[in-house]
């Protein structure tokens, strides 16, 4: 055999670059799930917050309406879905919501609102 066949390294680059290729896709699709996770975590928080906000304004009297109908309305025009609600003593109420990600994944948040306690 001729010593240049078994120390010709041709087409190596190409299979390094593939490599190197692979791993950025690989990063780049984790990022963006990441990302998308992040952006429904957002927005949850968001309809979670302004849902108590809205019912605990209906349950002091404030807003026309029953807290609970309002809350699952306000969450439903964020595109999320209301989990529970809860209506305490003196107009507080709780609210969980869960906004679904289209990768398949849930994004979840809770928050409560009503005048300050004693």
């Known amino acids: 055999?001729?010593?240049?066949?078994l120390t010709a390294d041709e087409g190596a680059s190409t299979a390094m670059m593939l490599t190197v290729f692979?791993?950025?896709m690989l990063l780049l699709a984790a990022t963006m799930t990441l990302i998308q996770?992040?952006?429904a975590a957002s927005r949850a928080a968001?309809?979670?917050?302004?849902?108590?906000l809205s019912a605990a304004d209906a349950a002091r009297g404030l807003m026309i309406g029953e807290p609970c109908a309002v809350?699952?309305?306000t969450i439903s025009?964020?595109?999320?879905?209301m989990t529970t609600c809860q209506?305490?003593?003196?107009?507080?109420v709780?609210?969980?919501?869960?906004?679904?990600v289209p990768i398949g994944l849930d994004a979840t948040a809770a928050s409560r609102a009503g005048p300050k306690l004693p």
Request: glycine content about 6%; overall charge negative.
């Open 1 to 5: 055999m001729d010593r240049t066949t």
């Open 22 to 24: 692979a791993a950025l």
């Open 37 to 39: 996770v992040h952006v």
């Open 46 to 52: 968001v309809a979670a917050d302004l849902a108590a």
């Open 71 to 73: 809350a699952e309305s």
């Open 77 to 81: 025009a964020h595109g999320a879905s």
């Open 87 to 92: 209506l305490e003593d003196r107009g507080v």
């Open 94 to 100: 709780l609210v969980e919501v869960r906004f679904s």
